[in-house]
């Protein structure tokens, strides 16, 4: 049968259920699960819209809070920060809802903030939202309590297409309604555009003079690997990204692993999708935290 024939050649391999359009043409290319749980050829998902972002404060108690405890906002046009002392100006609220409609009041009649943050207190909730993208990010400090300090949106500029489902491996086989993956931690794969691997910076004598970020992606893409449309791999490249303001915001790309070897229209890739895979989970918590 199929896997028997397959073992001839490799004994590094595993079962993926299949989507119903993957065909014995597609053998050779990557494939993905893009979050359906079946093996498709790999696609970029499409750029994006530049996305507002929103927050949401909730308060147990506002004796958790001290004369420390600061609001931080951060965007591409202002870095500015205030604290208690500042919102209460010398009030003396009594309930969560007449805090949080302190810190409602210092948004919305204070400069920079009311310029491109609007802020609504229903009852014991205050949310903020941004007015147009400006690659807000909110974080708090000195809060007791952070159950309540939630990012709802994340703010994000216009992103590129990008390789954001997980990359399974290279389809060399199909079995009935499942696709026949490899599995091996070295694989070739079909390269879209070209490469030179400077393999002398392997080498661990290799210095590695770096005088600003140009330095360093010119190191990143001559090694790291990301998926490309219709299962197709290629070199990651500086404009691929569109980090504006805050990295964790706006990276949304998998890789596949290390160029080690390339030839023509192919590369052979050193697999690190787990590590992908690791580094994706750890990126999107990291845009829910709000704690300095």
């Known amino acids: 049968g199929v896997l028997k024939n397959i073992a001839r050649n490799t004994n590094n391999y595993f079962l993926f259920p299949k989507d119903a359009g993957v065909t014995s043409g597609d053998i050779g290319k990557l494939m993905m699960n893009d979050g359906s749980g079946t093996a498709k050829v790999y696609q970029l998902s499409p750029a994006t819209d530049p996305q507002k972002g929103k927050w949401v404060i909730t308060m147990e108690d506002i004796g958790d809070l001290s004369d420390e405890s600061e609001i931080y906002i951060d965007s591409v046009t202002f870095s500015q920060s205030f604290t208690r002392v500042d919102w209460r100006d010398g009030a003396t609220p009594t309930t ?16 920079p903030f009311n310029a491109n943050l609007t802020a609504t207190l229903v009852g014991d909730v205050l949310t903020i939202e941004e007015i147009a993208y400006d690659g807000t990010q909110i974080q708090f400090d000195h809060f007791e309590t952070n159950e309540g300090l939630y990012i709802d949106t994340v703010s994000r500029p216009a992103l590129p297409a990008a390789p954001t489902a997980f990359p399974l491996g290279k389809l060399i086989g199909i079995d009935g309604s499942n696709a026949i993956i490899s599995s091996n931690l070295v694989e070739t794969y079909t390269l879209e555009g070209s490469l030179t691997i400077p393999h002398d910076k392997l080498n661990f004598e290799t210095d590695l003079d770096f005088l600003g970020m140009e330095d360093l992606w010119e190191l990143i893409e001559g090694f790291l690997i990301v998926p490309d449309a219709d299962g197709k791999v290629k070199a990651v490249n500086a404009d691929d990204f569109n ?22 229209s192919s590369v052979t890739v050193y697999n690190l999708t787990g590590i992908s895979a690791l580094i994706s989970m750890y990126v999107r918590i990291q845009r829910k935290v709000t704690d300095i």
């Open 96 to 111: 969560v809802a007449e805090e949080l409609g302190l810190i409602k009041d210092y948004i919305d009649d204070n400069a």
């Open 243 to 264: 980090f504006d303001n805050y990295f964790f915001s706006t990276y949304r790309h998998h890789f596949l692993g290390i160029a080690i070897y390339t030839a023509s």
